[in-house]
């Protein structure tokens, strides 16, 4: 029997979804003001924003748990009076680069003056994608420590947790039939944006992908080219000896063959112009 006064519970829920997006887009405000002011005081906080000293300090309390912005002593000037001196708020590494910091602007920028100055056309095309494949090779090494330690079926789950540890939020699963074989799919892309423009960066990982699992893959879908996730098709290789996946590092620097595949080492197919199957 319900309570007289006692709100129905999906009246509760709702309210209390309400609250937090208060409360969060309140606190993003808050490190906002911080990140276009520089370090602030509670004060200070609370007399830009419109708030009350004690939600400002809630705010606060819960940012500094989220490692967001972190608690100073304020630098003071001159003769310093008597007491404690007040604290200011300033963000973190990782506070500020929650906030669009134009990265991607700045690497598409980089990536234009390498293709510029090698004189732009194939030439350019090809020192771009001589670039992308260095960059991939570097990031590849704690890839390729995760597969080698693997099992040989269990190295498409062992590349995938790897890329997740850099924020591609990957996953590995069985492939939907009559494909025999697995889909390594990544729910994020760093460089999506990048990628738009200079697809060499996909094709170059796409083909560490299969030095690494030992075996031709087959890029099903990219994030870059308006996919939701990034699909990659591993088919099953039952004659991939046990122990170590096949991986030839290639020399660093080397120039790529044209189209930027490799073809001393099992070849990745190109991207496809179909869509993610899943």
Not at 83 to 98: E, S, W
Not at 114 to 138: N, Q
Not at 187 to 206: D, K
């Amino acid at each position: 029997m319900k309570n007289v006064g006692e709100a129905p519970r999906e009246e509760l829920a709702a309210g209390t979804r309400f609250e937090q997006k208060w409360d969060h887009s309140t606190r993003n405000r808050v490190a906002r003001s911080i990140l276009d002011h520089g370090p602030s005081t509670v004060a200070d906080l609370a007399a830009r924003l419109g708030l009350t000293q004690a939600a400002v300090r809630r705010h606060l309390d819960t940012l500094v748990s989220d490692r967001v912005v972190e608690a100073r002593d304020k630098r003071v000037y001159g003769a310093r009076g008597r007491g404690r001196p007040a604290k200011v708020f300033a963000l973190t590494d990782c506070g500020r680069d929650a906030f669009d910091q134009s990265y991607d602007t700045l690497a598409a920028d980089a990536l234009r003056w390498i293709e510029r100055t090698a004189g732009g056309g194939a030439a350019g095309e090809a020192a771009v994608a001589a670039f992308a494949r260095d960059r991939m090779e570097t990031q590849a090494e704690s890839y390729r420590r995760a597969v080698e330690a693997a099992a040989p079926e269990e190295r498409t789950e062992a590349l995938a947790k790897a890329l997740s540890a850099d924020g591609y939020a990957a996953t590995a699963r069985s492939a939907p039939a009559p494909q025999r074989g697995e889909q390594l799919c990544q729910h994020h892309c760093p460089v999506a944006h990048v990628a738009e423009q200079y697809p060499q960066l996909c094709e170059a990982e796409t083909e560490v992908f299969s030095r690494l699992l030992g075996t031709h893959v087959q890029r099903l879908a990219t994030i870059a080219h308006g996919d939701g996730v990034c699909t990659t098709f591993i088919p099953r290789n039952d004659s991939t000896p046990h122990g170590k996946a096949p991986y030839n590092r290639p020399p660093r620097g080397s120039a790529p063959t044209h189209g930027t595949r490799q073809t001393t080492t099992p070849t990745a197919s190109a991207s496809t112009a179909g869509r993610n199957p899943a």
